[in-house]
């Protein structure tokens, strides 16, 4: 087994071991592991126990993670193992409020929520059976945020939403800025759903009709780019809302004779139809280099081990209600993807604002990308394709609608000691705002500064306050290039490793485009524009300085 880190063994103790009644851990991090690949394995039809080993030398080398959910409840009885669902919402309270019912069963099971509250009539609309006025989609928002806000995810982190609603919607305008007062909405992120339309109006400057979902009638003619304007301002200010190109999305779509997709999940990494879920999992490519070389042998192999750790869980696990388990067992959606990027490319020599970064990750996704489907087709021709594969888009049988997503990897990517995600670092050491508290030193950068000789305690503390070490002299410029901080890589940058990365990914890809503190309004616009460009599904920004993230970024518990 790897050795694990001060932060994972407190984040291992504090969440995801289990305890009895009275609340003592009643395991050690190599007995969950060892939990985790029994339980997954178990749904194998021959050698349930070699393949359990090969699953747990992958988990407790920390080279394979699955998503929370599975490593806190695969082998208890909450045996949900998915992190991400997608539930509908109608023009109803009946539909209104059996989401939110559904929703806290969610919850309380691990996974996050998304939902498109589109269809919902806007302010002021008619309501027949009362003789009333309609409260609009946002005022419906709040229920969810205040459910949310009250259940604990199996008693271990608090539920995360994401809130979609088209730009031709009335009420966008009310949506686009339903964060702004602080402490708003802090169990959602938004996202405006933009699609082929709506850009054509912001180039064009001809109307953009906004239309009321119930009677389909234009109720408004507005500029698209005042529209674009006010989200880029607020994600300005606050960070929300993003925008989901929902065109694209559908593009992509697998199995468009399912349905339109119209919300992802929480962190916009997986869009998905109603009542679908997806168990995520991810290879740290920290732990994928042979030297200063990237080991695609050793890649590929944990990604053919981590498409079949993904199907095996969709088996095993237990979903909250039937309409969810009918909808996961449909489309078979498994999502491998990768964190540690940054630290491969520091182990490679790599800066990651360069133009070989994004040839990296070109390379790298290319490569998981056809791994995992060449598994799924080995998959297909063991155990059959996926119940709807005839109606998909794929010519050759396939065993999952789609098998490749970038997720953030949060509190994954804390267990297996790796940069969340995609994501360049946040600091070589910094103090991060999660269970009272971690220090979070890098050990690369620990490492290439005891063999250069500039290694000493002060200047570790010296560093904690920073955002960026590219003006400290004592450190070799080779050194600091390696070591950029998020706040160092110019947005463009981040937009193009997220494009790249996207190029090769079925789902989507969780990614926050960083910006410096002085950004303009108009920043904000060009990245929503390179986005859009790019082909990219979704785009985030965080503007330094902004309200800090609110969702996933503090202490959920404290
Ligand atoms: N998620 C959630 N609550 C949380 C963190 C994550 O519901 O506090 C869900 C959400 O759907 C998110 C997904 O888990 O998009 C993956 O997030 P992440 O990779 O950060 O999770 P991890 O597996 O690292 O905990």
Redesign the pocket.
């Known amino acids: 087994m790897a050795t694990l880190d001060e932060v994972a063994r407190t984040v291992l103790r504090e969440r995801y071991l289990r305890q009895d009644e009275a609340g003592t851990v009643i395991e050690t991090p190599d007995e969950l592991f060892r939990r985790v690949a029994d339980a997954v394995a178990a749904a194998e039809d021959d050698d349930v126990e070699g393949t359990a080993d090969r699953f747990y030398d992958a988990l407790s080398a920390l080279e394979f993670l699955p ?2 959910p599975t490593l806190m409840n695969a082998g208890t009885d909450l045996h949900q193992l998915a ?2 669902f997608v539930l509908p919402i109608e023009d109803s309270l009946v539909s209104i409020f059996e989401t939110l019912k559904r929703t806290a069963l969610i919850h309380q099971s691990g ?2 929520t998304g939902f498109s509250f589109s269809k919902i009539r806007p302010v002021g609309d008619v309501v027949a059976k009362t003789g009333g006025v309609a409260s609009g989609p946002v005022s419906f928002m709040r229920i969810f945020d205040v459910a949310t806000e009250q259940i604990k ?1 199996g008693g271990r ?4 939403n994401m809130g979609v609603l088209d730009a031709s919607h009335p009420d966008v305008r009310a949506f686009v800025t339903a964060k702004h007062e602080a402490d708003a909405f802090r169990n959602f992120n938004l996202s405006v759903a933009t699609d082929a339309a709506f850009w054509d109006a912001v180039e064009s400057g001809e109307p953009y009709d906004l239309v009321n979902p119930r009677t389909g009638e234009t109720v408004d003619r507005v500029d698209a780019d005042a529209i674009l304007d006010l989200i880029a301002e607020l994600a300005w200010a606050t960070g929300d809302p993003g925008l989901l190109f929902l065109d694209e999305i559908n593009t992509h779509n697998p199995t468009p004779a399912l349905g339109r997709i119209e919300a992802t ?3 916009g ?1 997986v869009p998905l139809l109603p009542y679908e879920a997806c168990i ?1 999992g991810s290879v740290n490519l920290g732990e994928m280099t042979d030297g200063d070389k990237i080991d695609r042998e050793k890649l590929a192999r944990t990604v053919r081990l981590g498409v079949r750790f993904l199907d095996d869980a969709l088996d095993v696990s237990t979903f909250p209600v039937a309409d969810i388990e009918r909808a996961v067992s449909r489309t078979r959606k498994v999502g491998v993807g990768v964190m540690g990027f940054h630290d491969m490319l520091v182990d490679i020599g790599v800066a990651y604002d360069s133009d070989e970064a994004v040839a990296v990750a070109d390379e790298v996704m290319q490569l998981v990308s056809e791994t995992a489907w060449e598994t799924s087709r080995r998959l297909a021709e063991e155990r059959g394709p996926f119940p709807v594969w005839s109606e998909s888009v794929f010519d050759d049988p396939v065993r999952n609608a789609t098998t490749t997503t970038i ?7 804390m267990i297996a000691g790796a940069t969340a995600g995609i994501e360049p670092i946040y600091n070589v050491v910094y103090e991060k705002q999660v269970l009272g508290g971690l220090e979070m030193v890098n050990d690369r950068f620990v490492e290439i500064a005891k063999a250069r000789g500039f290694y000493d305690e002060d200047l570790l503390t010296d560093l904690k306050d920073r955002t960026s070490i590219q003006d400290v002299d004592a450190i070799p410029a080779d050194v600091k290039r390696l070591f950029q901080t998020a706040h160092d890589v110019p947005p463009e940058r981040h937009v193009a490793v997220q494009a790249a990365f996207q190029h090769h990914v079925d789902n989507a890809v ?1 990614k926050t485009v960083n910006l410096p503190s002085d950004a303009s309004v108009d920043d904000v616009r060009t990245v929503f524009l390179a986005a859009r460009d790019q082909g990219l599904k979704g785009i985030t920004v965080f503007r330094s300085g902004a309200r800090p993230e609110q969702v ?1 970024g503090d202490d ?1 518990l404290k």
Do not use: F, K, V
């Not at 982190?157 to 995360?160: E, F, I, S, T």
């Not at 997720?407 to 990517?413: D, E, K, Q, R, V």
């Open positions: 998503n929370s992190a991400c996974g996050g995810q982190r608090r539920g995360a999940n929480p962190c990494e995520l997720a953030p990897t949060g509190t994954i990517s969780s996933l959920p």
